[in-house]
């Protein structure tokens, strides 16, 4: 993470894919919707994106492997200095940038 940092945050795209198979799927992905909800702006199913510093990213991260099964589920986080070093571009919906208001 050493050089990502940018006055202390980062800009950051998180996805999941949570087994839904077996009793566990349902409330596995229901907690990691809760957590990442609660530090990311949830953008579409699976994906979430937002700034976050350090120490955020660090509790996001801790919260999750508590309910991540090693074996079943997988979390990608893609980081950035910031969201100025990213473009982003809308195929097939209505483009809707729920991140505007991100200082």
Same mark, same amino acid.
């Given at each position: 993470m050493k050089g990502l940092e940018y006055g202390g945050k980062m800009y $950051?795209? @998180?996805?999941?894919?949570?087994d839904l198979e077996g009793k566990e799927g349902q409330k596995?992905?229901?907690?990691?919707?809760?957590?990442?909800?609660?530090?990311l702006v949830h953008i579409q199913n699976?994906?979430?994106?937002?700034?976050?510093?350090?120490?955020?990213m660090f509790n996001l991260k $801790?919260? @999750?492997?508590k309910y991540i099964r090693k074996d079943k589920d997988s979390v990608i986080v893609f980081k950035s200095r910031h969201q100025r070093w990213l473009d982003?571009?809308?195929?097939?919906?209505?483009?809707?940038d729920k991140t505007?208001?991100?200082l």
């Amino acid at each position: 993470m050493k050089g990502l940092e940018y006055g202390g945050k980062m800009y $950051v795209i @998180l996805v999941y894919d949570i087994d839904l198979e077996g009793k566990e799927g349902q409330k596995v992905l229901r907690n990691v919707f809760k957590i990442c909800k609660k530090y990311l702006v949830h953008i579409q199913n699976s994906v979430f994106e937002g700034e976050l510093l350090e120490s955020q990213m660090f509790n996001l991260k $801790v919260e @999750l492997n508590k309910y991540i099964r090693k074996d079943k589920d997988s979390v990608i986080v893609f980081k950035s200095r910031h969201q100025r070093w990213l473009d982003k571009e809308f195929l097939g919906m209505v483009e809707d940038d729920k991140t505007d208001n991100f200082l």
